[in-house]
């Protein structure tokens, strides 16, 4: 076993172990206190754990022994079916979770009660299970469990539970006769159910990629561990929908599981990490396993760290919360299992965030993941000095590990090689004049002269372009596949963060048995890119046609083609030091009504349109594919070519940016208002909607940060039409070309 997993032992060299302990204790001691059992009703849908009124999920308070009535964070109280069926699921998952909680403090402490409990409730979900029927009340689409509508929450919750009955085995705890034949039939009733839904998911559906069979996976190392079964678990690492298989296929070269989802990637990690615990228990070392295309548990946990904002918060890319309490404790675990066995320190910048989102500035203290498996006196706070953790990613032995195919930028100032520019070529990105992009994936060691923090990742298709400024700009373009059942419609979707402050993130996804997840989140409309004919794009995948990075500038083009039928858009992005050109176009083969959508965090004020035409403001902008969600709060119609205007702004302490738009003629800018961050919808987000009804559409804006806008100006001539930029210091042209966006200047490179 893991030196991370020795929980009595940190107590004797970490300060915050021992407050945590004090703490669990506490919390223990209530559960004893109120003779909490297992439910005797099986589980629901977590999902459909929300309100009505104002899609939020519901307060769940895990120390009520039983509830029926049901309360939003606003005052709404719900009640009955499918209220009760989904906070079943979080008893269910907190009463495993006291499993695992009582069995630490026990491996601390060594006080008998509460390793009486952490049996008890073992004992206790033995003796029912059986009792649970077959859920008769599951969807169609799911594949049934006993404790809960889905064997998917059944996989999860038995991770935990028998992650508690090992930490308990561990401590030298034992069952008499009776209990372990319980047991038993418990471990094989759930052997057999977890084996059969891998059959059906892997081979008689043919969906083997599913996140679902991670989980699956897991339950079963987790159940081999018990038992001891060693050869078993080997086979499942080997065979066709075993753990190297799903590596191989459910997560894409650059790392990125393939859904394109932040939340299900940690979802699967967090599986794989389990199931390499549970192969750990049987002499198997699976931490550094590694799919086809190099694919590994390593890398996974690196591209989480390269997407992080400068504070350590995930983009909600796809289905996914925005904040949760589950989510935020599933990051925790993750991230401190990855520091302790591949001892990254990078990864205490993803901790610091979820610390400080479930805990304020405690940090670690009072954290049941960080006394699991937490190791090092850093105690979860930045700033906080920490102890010498095993290896670095920077270092180029011992702890050494790769990045895997996370693809970083380097700039060559010249290519040495033609096979270098016909290697860069295969991978489809351009190499022009003395500065060429190398795009290959590379060792972390090897990074060490990295000019640009920018990551792009051509597999699932998301960019980041980053300022070196701590106060700058970074802007994410997602152009990757669709994402199957979890992706949304967002092709080209533009995310920007003016330092550690998202200017326009990501909303998430509320629980699904909201309304509001099919008719809202996932829809063009609630993203920062392109609709036509007042429709959301078809689910497609867009593509990179030219990538560029250097110290001082970035610059991307990416296309759908796919997005919608007889249409091509196109997105270019270049970012300086001191703004970010957003420069869009739009080629349709019939007219069409053309929106360009941008919702912003914070308070704006449009500047600039004194001259404009007010239009008559639209109270029904229609009732598909979310637009029935987007309420106009006042209309500009444009008449005028090269007009700028301004939007600025700002949170409730701060300006945040300021957006600087050029007019065309016939084009109507909207100031609209729609449901906000999917934590909580009912606070409405802000947004500027540009529209136009043509067969060619051009949309330009230019985001910097600050009060003061660049001024632009619109240029015509017969050579071409460009835009020049001016901070009142220095003045840039840029121009539109068939090879991409140009600047206008006596470079060959550019020209």
Known sequence: ?????????????????????????????????????????????????VCPEHHTELVF????????????????????????????????????????????????????AYADLGKKLIVRYAEQFPLYPVHPDAQPWMLKGRAFYQALTEAIWATTLLRGYLLLEDAQVSFDEADRRKINRFLHMLESSMTEYHHILTRERGNPENNYTAWLIAALFSIYAVQGETEKLRQLVVKEGGLRHHLSIAVRPDQLEFEGSIYYHVFVLRAYLIAAEMGSRVGEELFSLRGEQGQSMQGMLTVLVRLADPNGFLPALHDGPYCRVPYAREIVEIAEIGLS????????????????????????????????????????????ASSETKGSHRETAGGVWEVGDIIEVRVTREVQEAGDAEHANQAGHELEGNEAWDIEGRNENDLSDLCTPTVFLP?????????????????????????????????????????????????GTVPYGSILKKEWYPHTACHNTVSVGGRSQ?????????????????????????????AILDRHLILTEDWLLDWFEVELDEPAVVDWW????????????????????KTDLGNEDGYAYVKERCTHVLSQDGLQFNLHIANASEPLAVISFIAFEGMECSQVESPGLADDPGRLM????????????????????????LTLEWNRSGDGDWLSLSDGRTARSFTMTNNGLKERVLDENLV
């Open 1 to 49: 076993m893991r030196d991370w997993m020795k929980v009595n032992a940190k107590s004797k060299f970490y300060p915050w172990s021992v407050q945590t302990i004090d703490i669990l204790k506490a919390e223990l001691d209530q559960v004893i206190d109120r003779r909490l059992d297992v439910p005797v009703d099986p589980g629901g849908w977590w999902h459909q754990y």
């Open 61 to 112: 308070d895990p120390l009520e022994a039983d509830c029926s009535t049901f309360r939003c964070p606003y005052g709404c109280e719900v009640e009955g079916e499918p209220y009760r069926g989904a906070w079943l699921v979080f008893k269910h998952q907190a009463m495993a979770r006291y499993v695992l909680q009582s069995a630490a403090v026990y491996a601390d402490t060594g006080e008998k």
């Open 341 to 384: 066995v591949f001892g990254d320190k990078s990864y205490q910048r993803l901790l610091d965030n979820v610390y400080r989102e479930l805990n304020g500035e405690a940090g670690r203290v009072g954290m049941l993941e960080a006394l699991l498996y937490g190791t090092g006196h850093w105690d979860g706070r930045s700033g906080v």
């Open 459 to 507: 597999h699932s298709g998301l960019a980041l372009l980053k300022s070196q400024h701590s106060n700058g700009l970074q802007a994410l373009v997602d152009f990757g596949p669709h994402g199957g059942s979890h992706g949304h419609f967002d092709k080209l979707n533009l995310m920007i963060h003016v330092g550690n402050q998202p200017l326009s993130p990501d909303r």
């Open 538 to 566: 078809n689910p497609a995948e867009g593509k990179c046609i030219r990538y560029e990075s250097a110290s001082n500038r970035s610059y991307i083009w990416v296309q759908a083609d796919e997005a919608y039928d007889q």
């Open 598 to 617: 941008f919702h912003y965090v914070g308070m704006g004020q449009l500047s600039g349109l004194q001259n404009a035409d007010q239009g008559r403001v």
């Open 686 to 709: 802000e947004g500027i909607r540009l529209h136009r009804l043509d067969s060619k559409a051009r949309f330009i804006a230019v985001y910097c940060t600050g009060t003061e806008p």
